[in-house]
């Protein structure tokens, strides 16, 4: 079955600190890797997705296949990274989200 | 100005009542989807749809019905016989139902049971 973990509920840190939010998956197959996220009173939207190699608002996903693990990580947080992240394994309709972790940027 | 639109934002149904959710986009998407979301725990995909007239349960279908008559349009009803349908009800779409393509999300439905 697929299965994600991500072990944090809730993550607070120091604004300028860095942040690593973790994510394990057990999925047949070889996923595609997503990280969404939903700001306060916004929609849940894509943050970004492992194919892409890309870093977004600074923040990046090292793919470890080893360890089946996706972590978020940015070095320097932000306040307005305040929010909910989910990721995501998988693509199309066999998307499996996370329980997520509510990352809460402190001053 | 694009995108979905939920509606209504609150539902409450009572007992042995069915209820249906609209989800409407104007983004030209192909496949369409509707999660589940309970408190402390990821989406669960109750249906999708790739094409119109055609859809295709997920994980959670018991107790659901949708129906995709045209391409924007992809309404959920939940039936008498879904025991626990209180929850927020989250509808999406993507140009297509491919491995890399980006979820659209819309801005949710609460459901609650009278």
């Known amino acids: 079955a697929q299965r994600v973990t991500q072990p944090e509920k809730l993550l607070s840190v120091f604004k300028g600190a860095p942040v690593e939010l973790k994510c394990n998956y057990s999925?047949?197959?070889?996923?595609?890797l997503f990280w969404y996220v939903q700001y306060s009173r916004q929609r849940l939207q894509l943050l970004l997705r492992h194919i892409s190699r890309e870093s977004i608002k600074g923040f990046t996903a090292d793919l470890n296949k080893g360890e089946t693990s996706f972590h978020l990580k940015k070095p320097f947080a932000q306040e307005e990274d305040s929010a909910m992240y989910y990721c995501?394994?998988?693509?199309?309709?066999?998307?499996?989200f996370g329980t997520g972790t509510q990352l809460k940027v402190e001053l | 100005d694009g995108g979905i639109t939920q509606s209504p934002k609150y539902l409450f149904r009572k007992e042995g009542q069915n209820v249906t959710l609209s989800c409407e986009q104007n983004l030209n998407h192909d496949a369409m989807y509707w999660y589940r979301q309970d408190p402390g725990q990821g989406l669960r995909l109750i249906y999708y749809s790739q094409i119109v007239n055609d859809f295709q349960k997920g994980d959670i279908a018991e107790g659901y019905s949708v129906s995709r008559e045209k391409k924007e349009s992809f309404p959920l009803t939940v039936t008498s016989a879904q025991k626990n349908p209180t929850a927020f009800y989250l509808c999406?779409?993507?140009?297509?139902?491919?491995?890399?393509?980006?979820?659209?999300f819309g801005s949710g439905t609460q459901l609650s049971v009278l």
């Open positions: 999406a779409s993507s140009i297509q139902d491919r491995v890399n393509e980006k979820l659209f």
């Open positions: 995501a394994p998988g693509g199309g309709n066999k998307l499996t």
């Open positions: 999925y047949s197959g070889s996923p595609e």
